[in-house]
């Protein structure tokens, strides 16, 4: 894809085929991740793969989906769950927290749009129960949770509009599929 269509496409997905992701897209997301810049290149992240069904559904079963929507609707029923978490975890004992977030998005932004040039889609997932899944992924006493991703072959579409009269809320079409109003460029963007 052309980088601008790949930006523009590269929506958040919370529905999903029940298609594995071949071990060579997971690998390139990941090299994806590790090509991000990095604060001092400290490079303080780590990744947990979680690929198994089985742990996948235990992943699933402490993440929240959709806060602008009620749970039946924003939250994936049987057969739309995510075939794939990635755990971004940031490592204290190179970086405590400083810049951690800067260095998590951009390597998440990375991760998703290697993801999405294959056509996996992806949910960001913060609301999540990161004590329990911490200690499911194994984390040592200086390591820390910052986000799980989830990820598979949507199973529906997400596109922009334009926000209107300040409403940034996504919400569901008569398709349910997902709308996603953006402010405009004009709206955000200060020229000096």
Known sequence: ???????????????????????????????????????????????????????????????????????????????????????VIENENINRGQYCDTDAGLAISNMTLAAWNHGVGSCIIGACDKAELSNMFGLKEEQKLHTVVAFGYPSHTSKMEDAKDGNIKYYLDKNKDYVVPKRKLEDIVKYL
């Open 1 to 87: 894809m052309e980088l601008m269509e790949l930006l523009k496409l590269r929506r958040t997905y919370r529905r999903f085929k029940q298609e594995p992701i071949s071990d060579e897209i997971i690998d390139e997301m990941l090299t994806a991740a590790c090509y991000a810049s990095s604060a001092a290149n400290l490079q303080p992240l780590s990744y947990v793969v979680v690929k198994s069904q089985e742990k996948v559904k235990a992943v699933f079963e402490h993440t929240k989906w959709a806060g602008y929507l009620p749970k039946e609707e924003g939250q994936p029923k049987a057969g739309e769950e995510p075939v794939l978490f990635i755990g």
